[in-house]
C-alpha cells in the first residue's frame, strides 16, 4: 500500500475493513464480493530513471489534458446504483465510455501517479448527486 500519510493509511485500512463485511461490486447482496485482509504492506515501485510514459491499473475515462498517444482498448461500462439507490425508479447509471485496464500511454517527461477524473453530471437520472471515480493509477515505462 502507498498512501501519503501514516493517518490517511490508517483511514484506508479501517475502511477497507468495513468494506470486507458487508462486500463489494456486483451480487454483493446475495453473498458475493466479501473479502479478508490477511496483511498490509507498504510497497513503491522501483523508480525508473528517464520514464516517458505508463501503463494503467485501472479503467478511467481521461481528463481533457490527458496524454493520448498510446495503445488502449475502451469498453462501455453499465454501471448500476448500489445500497438505498437501488429502489430510485432508476437504478441504472448512464452508460460511459471508458479506457481499459493495461493500457500504455507516452508522456512528455515523467508521468504522473494517476490520470483521469471525476465524472460528476448525468451520471444518474434520477440521483444528480451521484458522481463516477474514473481515475487509473499508474505504473512508469519507457515508452
Not at 496483511?39 to 481533457?64: H, L, R
Not at 488502449?72 to 460511459?96: A, H, I, R
Request: proline fraction near 6%; glycine fraction near 10%; charged fraction near 25%.
Amino acid at each position: 500500500m502507498k498512501a501519503i500519510s501514516q493517518e490517511w493509511k490508517d483511514l484506508v485500512v479501517d475502511l477497507f475493513k468495513e468494506l470486507s463485511g458487508s462486500g463489494f461490486g456486483r451480487k454483493k447482496s446475495i453473498g458475493k464480493g466479501h473479502f479478508s485482509i490477511l496483511e498490509i504492506k507498504d510497497f513503491e515501485f522501483p523508480i525508473i530513471e528517464n520514464a516517458n510514459g505508463f501503463v494503467t491499473f485501472s479503467n478511467f475515462c481521461p481528463a481533457e489534458d490527458d496524454p493520448i498517444d498510446g495503445f488502449y482498448k475502451t469498453f462501455v461500462k453499465y454501471g448500476k446504483l448500489g445500497e438505498e439507490f437501488t429502489f430510485c425508479g432508476n437504478p441504472f447509471k448512464k452508460p460511459l465510455l471508458m479506457i481499459k485496464t493495461g493500457s500504455v500511454f507516452k508522456t512528455n517527461g515523467f508521468p504522473k501517479d494517476f490520470y483521469g477524473r471525476i465524472i460528476q453530471e448525468g451520471i444518474s437520472p434520477v440521483k444528480p448527486e451521484v458522481i463516477h471515480y474514473a481515475y487509473a493509477f499508474t505504473v512508469p515505462i519507457i515508452f
